[in-house]
Nanobody, 119 residues
Framework: QVQLQESGPGLVKPSQTLSLTCTVS??????????WTWIRQPPGKGLEYMGA???????YYSPSLKSRTSISRNTSKNQFTLQLNSVTPEDTAVYYC???????????WGQGTQVTVSS
């Protein structure tokens, strides 16, 4: 089973870009049929799917966040990255990276990282 670890700044100012990296171990991000996903949970709310990148590099985004979200990968470092533009305090959340066999599956999770948007 793969292991995932999120990293990035814990504090971002409004209007700036939030950037997080997920480092994967125990398996390659190019492994057939695997999809690598970003999910967040705002305080007091449920989990929100943000988007994913597939083993071939294709990207898939939540319609509600598509205009502000970009997911990319670095195969040499076995990492994938989330960028969320023009953040507001409503983007404050615990951000998780996850992985699964097939789009929309999440068999493995990172521990999550708190990101606060505040001036």
């Amino acid at each position: 089973q793969v292991q995932l670890q999120e990293s990035g700044p814990g504090l971002v100012k409004p209007s700036q870009t939030l950037s997080l990296t997920c480092t994967v171990s125990g398996g390659s991000i190019t492994t057939n049929s695997y999809y690598w996903t970003w999910i967040r949970q705002p305080p007091g709310k449920g989990l929100e799917y943000m988007g994913a990148i597939g083993y071939r590099g294709g990207t898939y985004y939540s319609p509600s966040l598509k205009s502000r979200t970009s997911i990319s990968r670095n195969t040499s470092k076995n990492q994938f990255t989330l960028q969320l533009n023009s953040v507001t305090p409503e983007d404050t959340a615990v951000y998780y990276c996850a992985a699964g066999i097939g789009l929309g599956t999440f068999g493995s999770w990172g521990q999550g990282t708190q990101v606060t948007v505040s001036s």
